[in-house]
Each structure stands twice: as C-alpha cells, then as structure tokens.
T-cell receptor, first 113, second 116 residues
Framework: DAGITQSPRHKVTETGTPVTLRCHQTENHRYMYWYRQDPGHGLRLIHYSYGVKDTDKGEVSDGYSVSRSKTEDFLLTLESATSSQTSVYFC????????????FGSGTQLSVL | GENVEQHPSTLSVQEGDSAVIKCTYSDSASNYFPWYKQELGKRPQLIIDIRSNVGEKKDQRIAVTLNKTAKHFSLHITETQPEDSAVYFCAARAPVTSGSARQLTFGSGTQLTVLP
C-alpha cells in the first residue's frame, strides 16, 4: 500500500533476542507513532516522533526503544524480547502534532517464543 | 491519564438495522474523539471524528454524538450492511500537556457483526 510500509509483516523470535521493526513512509509527514494491539486493550502508544531525532515515550514504552534518523524511517527495537511483547505492532503517521487523522501501516505480527 | 471505556465488546445486528456503540471518557478536558474501523487482518482506518465544540456529526450512514456533560460519545450506523462487519475503536485525546502530548487513548474495541 502506498504511503506507509512496515517490515517485516510477520516475525517469530526467541525470548532474549533483539528485534527491530521498521516503518517507512513516503508522505513526508513529520509525526510518526508506534502502537501495539492486544486483545481487550485496543491500541496503546509505545513511542512517537515529532521530527528527525526527536522522540518521546508513550504509555507502554518499557522494554522498547526507537530511532528516527531520517524523516521517512522510524525504527522500533525490542532490546531483549519477552513473551509479553508478543503482539501486533502498528506504525502510524500524521501531518499534525495533535494526533488527528492517523494513517496506519499494515502491521507486524510478532511472536516471541 | 485519560481512560476510555467502550461498550459493548461484541454486537450482532440484522442487515438493515441500526448499530450503536458507546464510549465514556474520564478527562473532562478531552477535546477530540475519533472512531476507527478495522476489518479482519487489516489496518485501522479513520471513519469519522468529532471535536468537543460540536454535538453531532454525520457522514452518510455514520454519525457520532457527543455529550460533554456526561463524558460519553457514541457511534451510530444506520441501514447496516455486511461490509460494516469489523472491529470499531473509539478514542479520546486530552489537551496537549507535559507527559501526555499528542496521545490518543483508545477504547478496547467492539466487534460488530452484521447478519445477512
């Protein structure tokens, strides 16, 4: 799909291994977000970015780090994956800083065994 | 922080009937309320949103109402069709303040099934 691409789409890994998920956008939007989706919890914000090298924590940031070296790329890293991080991860972008009109990527299904 | 509760968690309706999904929020200063639709295996997509200075907004068969006094808002879908079957998420956004800037708080979702 045009605009925002997540990779990989699926990943299975083992507890304790590092994992990096990538979000790439072609819309030149300043604001990017990482959410996780779990049954019964809706979507919860992990980290977000408001510009190159400018990032901040969301409500469930423990165990995750992010980096944004270019406008188009926003990386999410699990330093040492745990089974509780098994989830579907969505990247989102927006033109404004007010979290309006979020456009989501297709998601990454991550399983930590 | 903001807390959003969404009901019901599952909803089944006959094709052509109306569906209503309700959400309550805790922060009276919240000022923006979007609704997202997520079809099975797909990404969430914005379907309608409303700001706190508006009581109701319509877009074809979809409408959202907001009651600021009671701190709840609802999604109304009329003349439901099978393609309306999906998970619907509400969300609320508190004003930009330190520590909660730019954050939406989502409800836990409603699985809507439209029966033919």
């Amino acid at each position: 799909d045009a605009g925002i691409t997540q990779s990989p789409r699926h990943k299975v890994t083992e507890t304790g291994t590092p994992v990096t998920l990538r979000c790439h956008q072609t819309e030149n939007h300043r604001y990017m977000y990482w959410y996780r989706q779990d049954p019964g919890h809706g979507l919860r914000l992990i980290h977000y970015s408001y510009g190159v090298k400018d990032t901040d924590k969301g409500e469930v940031s423990d165990g995750y780090s992010v980096s944004r070296s270019k406008t188009e790329d926003f990386l999410l890293t699990l330093e040492s994956a745990t089974s509780s991080q098994t989830s579907v991860y969505f990247c989102a972008i927006s033109e404004t800083p007010t979290n309006e009109k979020l456009f989501f990527g297709s998601g990454t299904q991550l399983s930590v065994l | 922080g903001e807390n959003v509760e969404q009901h019901p968690s599952t909803l089944s309706v006959q094709e052509g009937d109306s569906a209503v999904i309700k959400c309550t929020y805790s922060d009276s200063a919240s000022n923006y309320f979007p609704w997202y639709k997520q079809e099975l295996g797909k990404r969430p997509q914005l379907i309608i949103d409303i700001r706190s200075n508006v009581g109701e907004k319509k877009d074809q068969r979809i409408a959202v109402t907001l009651n600021k006094t009671a701190k709840h808002f609802s999604l109304h879908i009329t003349e439901t069709q099978p393609e309306d079957s999906a998970v619907y998420f509400c969300a609320a956004r508190a004003p930009v303040t330190s520590g909660s800037a730019r954050q939406l708080t989502f409800g836990s979702g409603t699985q809507l099934t439209v029966l033919p």
